[in-house]
């Protein structure tokens, strides 16, 4: 909205002339989702509570984890209000990256929320049934990965971090892979986010990975350069995930342990899945695996412990996911979450760096 309003009066004082940048309108985007999230989140703490609107802890879980009963729970729709409004102010209109990333971000939480609601209702940490939930995810990503196909300037072809020269064109085994990197980076990151602050943080990390690698990718001169693929309007993604950024720092305030709000599935669906087309879109699915390489061993950890279950008897952890595993090994909550962090860290300047090395 910015961008139509004020840059205009670029004619009239050159100052307005900033608004045409996308790092400025990053920046705006990044500290208005954070004041929004800052000045509204306790705000949105009593309303829960008011309403008891409270996490419903899993009974199977670590029993450490039974005096969280009562957190206030679906954060994630403030950070849903936050991400909207920052990108709507400070994005681009003429650009379809940014309306399929609100797409997925907004029908997913649609998904989370009537997972979180049903879990509130009942008083389960059920929810929403998993093949319900999954089959509204593919549909959903569908929709984004065919119109990502036919209507933007994203090529079918991948790029492979340190080999420049592999990219096989998968042609319209594109959609279907599309499905799989949404889907699954929306449900990997709904794994990880069982400690306070633990999914938080790896995402801020990666959403300011991903803005970096979508501002390089389209610039022309310094895609060129760097010898990665240039994307027409792919840049303007930086403003989303600068969006994302804010809203999750705001919110991370509140999450940090111990928490006084949790996400709920409303956060955590649209969030991973956004992540996963914003890889799509910027070219670097592959390298989503070392960027959200946390939420990666969370996931790869459930699956393992559920084949090695079924096909031996035997758990290879503790409990799965993995930072549950490390729980009931003695390590204190904040301990997890904070190497947590760190690997994350590690892992986006590890994925900024095979930029050089491709």
């Known amino acids: 909205m910015f961008y139509y309003l004020l840059y205009p009066l670029a004619d009239q004082n050159i100052f307005f002339n900033i608004f045409k ?21 306790r705000l949105q703490i009593l309303i829960m509570q008011r309403w ?5 802890i899993r009974d199977d879980g670590p029993k450490s984890h039974l005096v969280k009963t009562g957190t206030p729970t679906m954060g994630g729709i403030l950070i849903l209000l936050c991400v909207l409004v920052s990108t709507l102010l400070w994005m681009n209109f003429e650009i379809l990256f940014v309306w399929l990333a609100l797409l997925i971000f907004i029908s997913y939480a649609g998904i989370g929320f009537w997972d979180d609601y049903r879990k509130l209702r009942y008083g389960s940490s059920r929810g929403l049934q998993g093949r319900y939930k999954l089959i509204l995810q593919f ?3 569908a929709g984004a990965a065919t119109l990502l196909y036919h209507f933007s300037t994203v090529e079918s072809r991948l790029a492979f971090p340190f080999f420049k020269s592999v990219q096989p064109d998968l042609g319209w085994v594109y959609i279907p892979f599309a499905l799989l990197v949404v889907v699954g980076a929306s449900n ?19 959403y300011m990975t991903y803005a970096v690698l979508a501002y390089l990718g389209g610039h022309v001169k310094i895609a060129a350069y760097l010898q990665i693929p240039h994307i027409v309007g792919v840049g303007e993604l930086t403003v989303f995930c600068a969006a994302v950024v804010g809203a999750l720092i705001g919110f991370l305030w509140f999450n940090t342990y111990p928490a006084e709000i949790f996400m709920g599935d409303v956060g955590s669906l649209p969030l991973g899945g956004a992540l996963g087309l914003v890889a799509l879109m910027t070219k670097n ?32 952890f503790r409990m799965a996911p993995i930072h549950h595993h490390f729980e009931l ?26 930029l050089k090395l491709r």
């Open 21 to 41: 940048y996308i790092t400025v309108r990053s920046f705006g985007a990044l500290f208005t989702g954070l004041f929004l999230y800052g000045i509204l989140g």
């Open 52 to 56: 008891q609107v409270t996490q419903v």
């Open 139 to 141: 549909f959903f990503a």
């Open 188 to 206: 990997a990151v709904n794994l990880t986010d069982g400690l306070d602050g633990l999914a938080s943080g790896p995402l801020v990390t990666s």
């Open 285 to 316: 699915e592959i390298l989503l695996v070392i960027v959200g390489g946390i939420f990666v061993l969370e996931a790869v950890s459930v699956i393992t412990q559920v084949i090695s279950f079924k096909l031996t008897g035997k758990r290879l």
């Open 329 to 354: 090994k003695g390590w204190e909550e904040p301990k997890v979450i904070v190497r947590f962090w760190i690997i994350s860290f590690i892992l986006a300047l590890l994925a900024l760096s095979t």
